[in-house]
């Protein structure tokens, strides 16, 4: 079956903002007297649900309280820096690429990602945009995903999800989507190789997979 209908992730995937990301953590981890992480561990190490994460890295058990307050202090650090951060450098091209119809599912506040969507020239590109509408993040992304689908009326086995993490391939899985996963984002590439799943080095590269399945 063709697939028709194609939803990209946006932080890590179309948005470039590893270094944004990690730093962000970093500050977070900091505010609680934890150690800090380069690009490669947080690559290594980085999963949903991210309170997992968080408790790997620091050693120790993060409550949901806790977590919340370490979410707020990482989303304050990256608003600061999100200006300076840019698209992926081939994300106009691989968008263009793309015959069917595009929608896009991010884990960034729908608030923000709106107006963010505008900044970088994308308005009126895709055919829904959906951000978290929640005040705490680092959720798992399989029942977004469903709910975006939904709104879009189109069904899974329509669709292929592009995205930078294990968590994107499982939402996919979760609908009956296919999934093309990127190394350009917050993922070791081993990692992603060893899910089997398609792997791309580039956007431009992920769409040309994605348009095979």
């Given at each position: 079956?063709t697939?028709t209908?194609?939803?990209?992730?946006?932080?890590g995937?179309l948005l470039?903002?590893?270094s944004?990301?990690?730093?962000?953590?970093?500050?977070?981890?900091?505010?609680?007297?934890?150690?800090?992480?380069?690009?490669d561990?947080?690559?290594t190490r980085?999963?949903?649900?991210?309170?997992d994460?968080?408790a790997?890295v620091?050693g120790?058990a993060?409550?949901?309280e806790e977590?919340?307050?370490?979410d707020r202090i990482?989303?304050?650090?990256?608003?600061?820096?999100?200006?300076t951060?840019s698209?992926?450098?081939d994300?106009?091209s691989?968008i263009k690429?793309?015959?069917?119809?595009?929608?896009?599912l991010?884990?960034?506040?729908?608030?923000?990602?709106?107006?963010?969507?505008?900044?970088y020239g994308l308005?009126?590109?895709?055919?829904?945009?959906?951000?978290?509408?929640?005040e705490?993040?680092?959720?798992?992304?399989?029942g977004?995903?469903a709910?975006?689908l939904?709104?879009l009326?189109?069904?899974?086995?329509?669709?292929v999800?592009?995205?930078?993490s294990l968590?994107?391939?499982?939402?996919a899985d979760s609908?009956?989507?296919?999934?093309?996963l990127y190394?350009?984002?917050?993922?070791?590439?081993?990692?992603?190789y060893a899910?089997g799943?398609?792997v791309a080095?580039?956007?431009?590269?992920?769409?040309?997979?994605?348009?095979?399945l």
């Open positions: 079956m697939r209908h194609l939803v990209w992730d946006w932080n995937t470039d903002d590893l944004l990301v990690v730093s962000s953590t970093n500050h977070a981890f900091a505010a609680v007297g934890g150690r800090a992480v380069d690009a561990e947080h690559r980085f999963r949903r649900p991210v309170a994460f968080y790997e620091l120790r993060v409550d949901e977590f919340g307050e370490l990482f989303h304050d650090a990256y608003r600061l820096g999100l200006t951060m698209l992926a450098a994300a106009m691989a690429s793309w015959p069917g119809s595009q929608s896009l991010s884990m960034w506040f729908h608030d923000e990602l709106v107006p963010a969507i505008e900044t308005t009126g590109v895709f055919t829904r945009v959906d951000g978290l509408r929640t705490v993040g680092g959720d798992l992304k399989a977004h995903l709910n975006h939904a709104e009326s189109v069904r899974g086995d329509q669709v999800l592009i995205g930078d968590d994107d391939a499982a939402a609908v009956g989507a296919k999934a093309v190394t350009g984002g917050f993922t070791a590439p081993a990692r992603l899910s799943r398609p080095d580039t956007l431009v590269e992920a769409v040309a997979l994605a348009r095979s």
